[in-house]
């Protein structure tokens, strides 16, 4: 029996639908949800390096203009706003693991776009490595939400993955819950590259996955590790982006 055969015998077996709408579905979203969602009409100019909105036509926003993170380059796959921040509290709080390789999917579709209008040598990652966890939050969660969907999206990209690339040193509270001024303090020192990881970074783009980007802070300073010890580049690929308040 071949694979689409056992597909439709497992559909028919186990009907499935659509995690945001709930419609019959033969696959994690309908089409209409992928198409409202996260086709052309839900597409806005994004600043291209920290992704957040701009007017069409612009280089950088504003706040990059002025203070230039550490990293070069930001794709996301949607804003983090509802209903599609759902999936991510889902995945991240209900260990719905399978949407992570929903969002890789979804995030595979736009670095492609972006590494072909790119178009130079080395715009896609040279490597992939997840936002790490703390220990302390890794053994609560029991995985690593950023790692859940690196590993399909590496695979989608022909990317190689280095899950222990980064480390987190220091156990932070989550940025979310920190005040805007306080979240710098909060992540500061928090990343170190292990010894065994240090040949990888040297000269390299390194593509760096995460489940939502709020601030940028953490993403900032992850990144400013990486260049510390020799990365040239530094992606991000964040399936959501929370919108400026």
Do not use: W
């Amino acid at each position: 029996m071949n694979g689409k055969l056992i597909r439709r015998a497992l559909h028919l077996l186990l009907p499935t639908s659509c995690a945001l709408c709930g419609a019959g579905s033969d696959d994690t979203l309908c089409a209409a949800c992928v198409d409202q969602f996260f086709g052309t009409a839900a597409a806005v100019p994004r600043c291209p390096c920290c992704a957040n909105p701009v007017v069409a036509g612009a280089t950088l926003c504003g706040h990059c203009i002025a203070a230039r993170p550490a990293f070069d380059r930001t794709v996301v796959a949607c804003d983090y706003a509802l209903p599609v921040d759902q999936l991510v509290l889902q995945l991240k709080f209900g260990h719905r693991l399978a949407l992570a390789a929903l969002m890789a999917r979804r995030l595979a579709v736009v670095v492609a776009a972006a590494t072909a209008a790119d178009g130079s040598p080395g715009a896609l990652p040279d490597l992939l490595c997840p936002v790490p966890l703390g220990p302390r939050r890794l053994a609560q969660r029991g995985y690593n939400q950023a790692l859940e969907i690196a590993r399909p999206l590496a695979r989608s990209l022909g990317v190689a993955l280095h899950a222990r690339l980064v480390a987190r040193i220091r156990e932070t509270a989550a940025q979310s819950s920190v005040a805007p001024e306080d979240r710098r303090a909060n992540i500061a020192g928090a990343f170190a590259v292990p010894a065994p990881a240090l040949a990888l970074l040297r000269g390299r783009h390194i593509g760096v996955v995460d489940d939502v980007m709020t601030s940028g802070g953490t993403l900032d300073e992850m990144a400013a590790t990486l260049k510390r010890h020799g990365a040239a580049r530094v992606s991000n690929l964040v399936f959501a982006r929370t919108p400026p308040h």
